[in-house]
């Protein structure tokens, strides 16, 4: 056999197995295209299903967060009969620092700016009674503490627990 037919016959083949595979590249092509795209968007479409309901429990925990961080319902929750104010701000500080332990992990499936605002509240609402602590006398009473910072919040023009829930509602009604 010759050497020189030989490759002539190998390039010949390779040249003819190239232009197939080139050939059928550009028949199939278009429907691969098709087939990857559905199956990511598929695959998209499946982890965001699973994803809602924990986004929605995320909110819901917000809600429940600022509720609880709510000072109306703080001093109802927590309020006993003859404590000081210092001992009912210790109460309280504790019980704010726990929810938001609680619920820090909650920021993974809410909106950074939500949880900016949350993170925002939370130490306002510290602030605001460490302010009122302070500007009351030393053996003040838990029901003047109350009555303190419950008049400081009617007189604020826009309640930020309000406005925090609307933020919240807002984000909610964005994943649908």
Do not use: C
Not at 69 to 74: I, S
């Amino acid at each position: 056999m010759n050497i020189q037919y030989f490759f002539t016959l190998v390039a010949v083949l390779a040249a003819g197995g190239i232009i197939t595979v080139f050939f059928t590249w550009y028949l199939i092509r278009n429907d691969l295209q098709k087939y990857f795209s559905i199956k990511s968007f598929e695959s998209g479409k499946e982890e965001r299903s699973q994803l809602l309901p924990l986004r929605l429990q995320a909110h819901e925990r917000m809600i429940v967060f600022v509720e609880r961080l709510n000072p109306a319902n703080l001093f109802i929750r927590l309020h006993q009969q003859g404590i000081s104010a210092r001992e009912l701000q210790s109460v309280i500080l504790n019980e704010i620092r726990s929810e938001y332990q609680h619920n820090v992990s909650q920021q993974l499936y809410v909106s950074a700016a939500s949880w900016t605002v949350m993170r925002k509240l939370k130490e306002d609402t510290i602030a605001m009674l460490n302010n009122a602590v302070a500007g009351l006398p030393a053996d003040a009473s838990g029901v003047e503490l109350s009555r303190k910072v419950l008049e400081h919040m009617a007189g604020i023009a826009d309640n930020p627990y309000e406005l925090t829930l609307q933020l919240i509602q807002k984000d909610i009604h964005q994943l649908f």
